[in-house]
C-alpha cells in the first residue's frame, strides 16, 4: 500500500502541505500503525508531533469509514504545559477541518480508497454490478453490500472504477461520516467546556497530567476515558526527572487497568538523554531496554499475553545518515518481561548548525549583578531585538520576566514587548502568542520554552539570561530558533 498505508485522503492532504516525509515521520509511521510502543527523539521542528498525530487520525478515519468510530475518546494527548496543549489544540482542527473537506469531495467523486482487502475484482451483492469469475473467496467490506471478488474489474465506462483493487466503492449517495472531534480539557477549561468534554467525548482528546488524573478520579469521567487506545505523552524529557512524571505513569496505568487492554504509548521529546531510561518511563519499569551497538538486541521477546501485536522484537532505529565510525553505546544485557511489550526508539540525533554565542557585560563581574551591569544587558538586548524580526528572550523566574518585560518596554516602546508564563491568565498568554506569531511584537519574555507553543511564527533570535542549569533545557530553548516545521 502506498505512503505508509495511509488513506488516500490523509496521503493527498499531506502532500500538499509538505514537501516530503521528515526523517522521524518516515522511521516512525511504520511502527505507530503496526500498534507498537514507539518513543521518538528528533530536533524541534522536524514534525515528530504530526507523526504521533497523523498515524493516529488515519486510524480514526479508516474506523469512521467502516462505520466502527463511536462517540468515545480513542487518543489521549498529554502535554506537560498548557500553552502547548492550546497549540496542539489548534494545530489538530485545522488539518482535520481540511482532510474532512478533502473527504467530502473525495466520497461525492464516487470512489473510496480504504485498506487493501485482496482479490481482484468487484461485486454489488444488490444488484448493477455484473458478478466476477474465478472464485467465490470474497471479503466484505462495509458500504451497501459492496464486495470484492478475484475475477476481473467490470467494464462500466459510465461508473467512476476505481484502477487498483485497493479501492472500496461506495454508493454516490452515501454522505460523509461524522467529523472526528478534538477537545481540550486543562487548568484553564471552564465548567462549561469541561461538562461537554463528559458529555460528548472526543475523539482526541488534549490534555495535562493534572487534568487527566481528574478525569480518572470522576465516575464520568472515567466512562468518557474507556475506549482510549493510544496515548501521546509530548514532551516526555520535562516529566521523567520529577515526582510529576511519576503522578502521569500512575495516571497513565489507571487508564490501561480502565481500558482493560493494551495501551499503544507514544512518546515525542527533542532532548532525551539518557534515551533508554526513557523508554523504560514511557512502558513501565517492569520492562529494561538494553543497547548493542546502534541497535536494540533483537533475541527472543515473548508474546504479549493480552495483545499479539507486541510480540515483535524492539529496536533502536537511526537515520541510514548516521556515520559508521560513530562511538558505539555500551552494551547492557537484554531482559524481556512477560507482561510488557517492548518498544520502538527512533532516535534522529540532533545535528543542527546553530549560530551560538555568550556576552557578557563590559564591566568586571562580581558576586552580583549591579544596576550598571543590567543597563548594559538592556542595551545589548535591545540591540539584537531591532536588528532581528522576532525576539525570544528567556529567563528563570516570573519576576525576572516581568522585570526584563517592564525594562525593554521602556526602551523600545509600548506594544513591542510582551510577557508570557505561568501566573498569567489563559486569555493573556495565548494573545501574547497569537501578537507574535502576526509579527505585532518585536520580542516576548519567558520563563520557559515549553509555555509557549510551537505554533508562533518564525522566531529570528533566542536570548537567554543567565544560565539554565540543565543542558537539555538549554537545548529546548535555543531550538526555538529557526523554528519552522510544525
Not at 470512489?111 to 454490478?129: A, I, L, Q, T, Y
Amino acid at each position: 500500500m502506498n505512503f505508509f498505508g495511509f488513506h488516500p485522503v490523509i496521503e493527498d492532504w499531506f502532500r500538499s502541505r509538505f514537501a516530503a516525509p521528515t526523517e522521524p515521520q518516515r522511521l516512525g509511521w511504520p511502527h505507530i500503525a503496526a500498534g507498537r510502543h514507539t518513543l521518538i527523539a528528533a530536533p524541534t521542528g522536524s514534525g515528530k508531533t504530526l507523526t504521533a498525530f497523523l498515524a493516529c487520525i488515519d486510524r480514526l478515519l479508516k474506523d469512521a469509514l467502516a462505520g466502527r468510530l463511536t462517540d468515545a475518546t480513542r487518543v489521549v494527548y498529554v502535554s506537560p504545559l498548557r500553552a502547548l496543549s492550546n497549540d496542539m489544540h489548534r494545530n489538530l482542527e485545522v488539518p482535520l477541518a481540511e482532510i474532512q473537506e478533502r473527504l467530502s469531495g473525495w466520497l461525492e467523486g464516487g470512489s473510496r480508497e480504504s485498506e487493501e482487502v485482496g482479490g481482484r475484482g468487484w461485486r454489488m451483492e444488490d444488484g448493477g454490478w455484473p458478478e466476477q469469475g474465478g472464485n467465490r473467496e470474497s471479503q466484505e467490506v462495509g458500504g451497501r453490500g459492496w464486495r470484492m471478488e478475484d475475477g476481473g474489474w467490470p467494464e462500466e465506462p459510465s461508473a467512476n472504477v476505481p484502477s487498483s483493487p485497493s479501492s472500496i466503492l461506495y454508493p454516490p449517495s452515501s454522505p460523509p461520516p461524522a467529523p472526528i472531534r478534538v477537545g481540550l480539557r486543562t487548568g484553564d477549561s471552564t465548567a462549561t467546556e469541561r461538562a461537554r468534554l463528559v458529555r460528548k467525548p472526543p475523539h482526541i482528546l488534549v490534555t495535562t497530567p493534572e487534568s487527566l488524573y481528574l478525569l480518572l478520579t470522576a465516575e464520568r469521567g472515567r466512562e468518557a476515558l474507556s475506549a482510549v487506545d493510544t496515548i501521546i505523552i509530548d514532551e516526555i524529557h520535562a516529566l521523567v526527572r520529577d515526582k510529576r512524571g511519576s503522578h502521569l505513569a500512575l495516571s497513565v496505568e489507571r487508564l490501561e487497568a480502565l481500558v482493560e487492554r493494551p495501551l499503544q504509548r507514544i512518546g515525542l521529546s527533542a532532548t532525551q538523554r539518557p534515551i533508554e531510561r526513557t523508554a523504560v518511563f514511557l512502558v513501565g519499569n517492569s520492562f529494561e531496554v538494553g543497547w548493542r551497538g546502534w541497535r536494540m538486541e533483537d533475541g527472543g521477546w515473548p508474546e504479549h499475553p493480552r495483545d499479539e501485536r507486541f510480540s515483535s522484537p524492539s529496536s533502536i532505529l537511526h537515520p541510514p545518515s548516521s556515520s559508521p565510525d560513530a562511538p558505539q553505546r555500551p552494551s547492557s544485557q537484554h531482559v524481556a518481561h512477560p507482561n510488557r511489550p517492548p518498544v520502538e526508539i527512533i532516535d534522529v540525533g540532533h545535528a543542527r548548525e546553530l549560530d551560538l554565542a555568550i556576552e557578557t557585560p563590559e564591566s568586571e563581574l562580581g558576586a552580583a549583578c549591579m544596576h550598571e551591569q543590567w543597563e548594559e544587558i538592556y542595551r545589548r538586548i535591545v540591540e539584537l531585538i531591532q536588528s532581528h524580526r522576532s525576539t525570544l528572550v528567556f529567563v528563570n523566574t516570573r519576576r525576572l520576566a516581568e522585570r526584563v518585560t517592564h525594562q525593554l518596554t521602556e526602551l523600545l516602546g509600548d506594544d513591542v514587548v510582551g510577557a508570557h508564563h505561568g501566573s498569567l491568565a489563559a486569555d493573556i498568554r495565548l494573545r501574547t502568542e497569537q501578537r507574535l506569531k502576526n509579527g505585532e511584537l518585536k520580542a516576548v519574555v519567558a520563563t520557559a520554552s515549553l509555555e509557549l507553543g510551537l505554533d508562533i511564527g518564525y522566531i529570528d533570535l533566542v536570548v537567554q539570561i543567565g544560565s539554565p542549569r540543565s543542558i537539555a533545557t538549554l537545548l529546548q530553548r535555543i531550538g526555538r530558533s529557526g523554528h519552522s516545521l510544525g
